[in-house]
C-alpha cells in the first residue's frame, strides 16, 4: 500500500511539473516562430528560427536596457542585503530603547501597499533632480520591510549561547555579527538574494514612471515598447521574455540550495 501512494505521489509530483513546465516551452516555441507562424499551434522545426532574438538586439538598444536592469537590480539586491541584515540583527540581538516600537512599525510598514507612497516618493524625487537616474531607482528601494523581519526571524531562530561565549572571550559586538551571526545567516541571505533581485529585476511600474528617455529604460519598460497600439507581435515579446528570464534562473539555480534552508528557517513557511 505504501508502495502505491508513493507512486501515486510521483506522479502527482511529474504531472504538476510538467503542467508548471507547457507555458515556458510554449513561449521558448513561439519565440522561434516567425510574424506569419506566430499564431500557429503547431510548425515544423525547419521553419523555427532566431529572427525575433536578433530584431530585438539590433533594433532596440537591448543591451543598454540589459546594463540599466542589472545595474538598478544588484544595486538594490546588495544595498537590502547589508541594511536589512544590520537592522533584523539590531532588533533581534541588541536591547536599547524603543526597539518594540520600531519592530512594530517595521510591521506596519509591511501593511501598507507600495502605491500608497508612490506620488509622495515621486514628488520628493522630482524635487530633488532625480527622474530619470540611477539614484533615483536605487536610493528608494535599499531597504525593505519585509528583508527586516525576514533576517530578524532568522537571528532570532540562532543560539544566543555562541554570542555570549564570544562576548565573554572579549569579541565587540560588531565581530560577533560578521564572524559569528553573518556565517551562520547565509541561508537567509540566500533567500534574500533571491526576493530582492528577483522582485526589482522584474520591476516595472516604478522605471516606468521615473524613466523619461531611452536609454534610461530598464529591460521590462523596454520589453513594452514593443507593444503597438493596435497589434502585439508576441513571437517579439516572448523572445525578450526568454532574454529576461535567464539571468533570474542563474540566480536562482546559484542559491536554490541556501534559499530553501532560508525559507525553513526564517519563520515564513
Not at 520628493?124 to 525593505?144: D, K, R, V
Not at 545567516?185 to 524613466?211: D, E, R, V, Y
Amino acid at each position: 500500500m505504501k508502495k502505491i501512494l508513493r507512486i501515486l505521489f510521483y506522479c502527482v509530483v511529474i504531472g504538476y511539473a510538467v503542467l508548471t513546465l507547457i507555458p515556458f516551452l510554449w513561449s521558448v516555441l513561439t519565440s522561434l516562430k516567425s510574424t506569419p507562424d506566430m499564431d500557429k499551434f503547431w510548425v515544423p522545426v525547419s521553419s523555427l528560427t532566431f529572427e525575433n532574438y536578433s530584431y530585438i538586439i539590433t533594433k532596440f538598444p537591448f543591451f543598454r536596457w540589459l546594463i540599466n536592469s542589472a545595474i538598478v537590480a544588484g544595486a538594490v539586491t546588495v544595498g537590502n542585503l547589508l541594511f536589512n541584515t544590520l537592522a533584523g540583527y539590531a532588533l533581534a540581538r541588541i536591547k536599547f530603547p524603543g526597539r518594540g516600537l520600531i519592530f512594530y512599525i517595521v510591521l506596519a510598514v509591511m501593511m501598507v501597499p507600495g502605491q500608497v507612497v508612490m506620488i509622495p516618493v515621486y514628488i520628493m524625487l522630482a524635487n530633488w533632480g532625480w527622474i530619470n537616474t540611477y539614484q533615483g531607482f536605487i536610493i528608494p528601494f535599499l531597504t525593505s520591510s519585509f528583508g527586516i523581519f525576514m533576517m530578524r526571524q532568522f537571528f532570532l531562530a540562532l543560539p544566543v549561547d555562541l554570542e555570549e561565549a564570544a562576548l565573554i572571550d572579549g569579541l565587540s559586538r560588531w565581530g560577533i555579527f560578521f564572524k559569528i551571526a553573518l556565517p551562520l545567516a547565509k541561508p537567509a541571505l540566500a533567500a534574500q538574494t533571491i526576493f530582492m533581485f528577483l522582485g526589482n529585476w522584474n520591476s516595472f511600474m516604478w522605471p516606468s514612471l521615473l524613466a523619461s528617455s531611452d536609454d534610461m529604460y530598464t529591460l521590462p519598460v523596454g520589453l513594452n515598447s514593443f507593444h503597438w497600439q493596435y497589434v502585439a507581435y508576441w513571437n517579439q515579446d516572448l523572445a525578450g521574455t526568454m532574454f529576461m528570464t535567464v539571468p533570474m534562473l542563474i540566480v536562482f539555480l546559484l542559491f536554490q540550495k541556501w534559499f530553501i534552508k532560508g525559507i525553513a528557517t526564517s519563520g515564513l513557511k
